[in-house]
């Protein structure tokens, strides 16, 4: 059953609306490059990192972050590879296999295994080993327009993730002129229901579970403390 708190469930979406959000988000995305090299020949390959291993430590393990990337991440790739092979998802960028799948119960695997491919990588791009702090100018005065303050938005980035019941994902997101914070369940993404992703924090226990057991919220504030990556926002902010 899907959680209440749950921002952008599949029931709510028009699928009139998947080329409309999918346009709308695509063209921000796209500033940040990071899927242009996921696919080759039918198949989606895995993204190297953006850093080593162990630039996220301590607030993420080396240890965290191998299983997390090593297995996890590639663990839905490796899935959605078997999936879509022989079919004519083979052949589609992975945010068109995405907003073609979700809502519908017969593609259920697809969409969670292109879902989850696309959030870990965006993910990786939200994090840096030197972040935290003050976000750029310009994304500055679109948070304290839309928040109030920067401190604010950290808050309401905080509510979102401790307040996904289960596993998931806490958001930034840009809506119209509008920058707000959600959470999705399991692997759904805002941008199904038009809103683009600016930056996301993992909520699955395995993201964090190694390094801070049931400490849920204390991974978040040390993400958001010290390793957010608000020049990445910035660049799928404009």
Known sequence: MPDSTDSTTPSMIDRRGFLFTAAGA?????????????????RFELPPLPYKESALAPVISARTLSFHYGKHHRGYMNKLNKLIAGTPYAEMPLKEIITSTAGQ????????????????TFYWNSLTPK??????????????????????????????????????????????DTLKAVNTL?????FTRGMTPLLTIDV??????????????AYVEAVLDKRINWEFAAKNAD
């Open 204 to 217: 699955w226990e395995h993201a964090y579970y190694l390094d801070y057991q049931n400490r849920r919220a």
């Open 105 to 120: 119960e017969d593609k259920n695997a697809i969409f969670n295994n292109a879902a989850q491919f696309w959030n870990h």
């Open 26 to 42: 695509t063209a921000s995305l796209a500033t940040s490059g990071i899927f242009n090299t996921v696919q080759a020949k039918g």
């Open 186 to 190: 399991n692997a759904r993404v805002p």
């Open 131 to 176: 972040g935290g702090g003050e976000p750029p100018a310009t994304l500055k005065k679109r948070i304290v327009s839309s928040f109030g303050s920067i401190d604010a938005c950290k808050q309401a980035l905080k509510e979102a993730a401790t307040g996904q019941f289960g596993s998931g994902w806490a958001w930034l997101v840009r809506e119209g």
